[in-house]
């Protein structure tokens, strides 16, 4: 089994940082894409960036110059670091990753591909 556990987030003032951590842990072979989401209520969820495994990044057009998405492959985590905040960055940000996972099954190897997602966190910018 693959579990996605977030940390960080919480209360940032406007203009201020927080930092969002992501790691992977379980019957790991291999990760993907990694990414980070948030999604408010009422409110379809949007992707926020976005690291491929050899780094190539996608940012959404609301946090390019803002945020920076990185991953240490050696711990299977990805990191959020989020950069002059705004009130409208207020949302619960989860992180999601193409996981290859290993097992056995009576005595007989295999693996799979499938999308996991963290609990979410919830990030509130106010003053």
């Known amino acids: 089994q693959v579990q996605l556990v977030e940390s960080g987030g919480g209360l940032g003032q406007p203009g201020g940082s927080l930092r969002l951590s992501c790691a992977a842990s379980?019957?790991?072979?291999?990760?993907?894409?990694m990414g980070w989401y948030r999604q408010v209520p009422g409110k379809q969820r949007e992707l926020v960036a976005a690291?491929?495994?050899?780094?190539?990044?996608q940012y959404a057009d609301a946090v390019k110059g803002r945020f920076t998405i990185t991953r240490d492959n050696a711990k299977n985590t990805v990191i959020l670091k989020m950069n002059s905040l705004k009130p409208e960055d207020t949302a619960v940000y989860c992180c999601?990753?193409?996981?290859?996972?290993?097992?056995?099954?009576?005595?007989?190897?295999?693996?799979?591909?499938?999308?996991?997602w963290g609990q979410g966190t919830q990030v509130t910018v106010s003053a």
């Open positions: 999601n990753a193409d996981v290859t996972a290993y097992g056995s099954i009576d005595g007989v190897f295999h693996f799979s591909t499938s999308q996991y």
């Open positions: 379980g019957s790991i072979l291999s990760i993907g894409d």
């Open positions: 690291i491929s495994s050899d780094g190539t990044t």
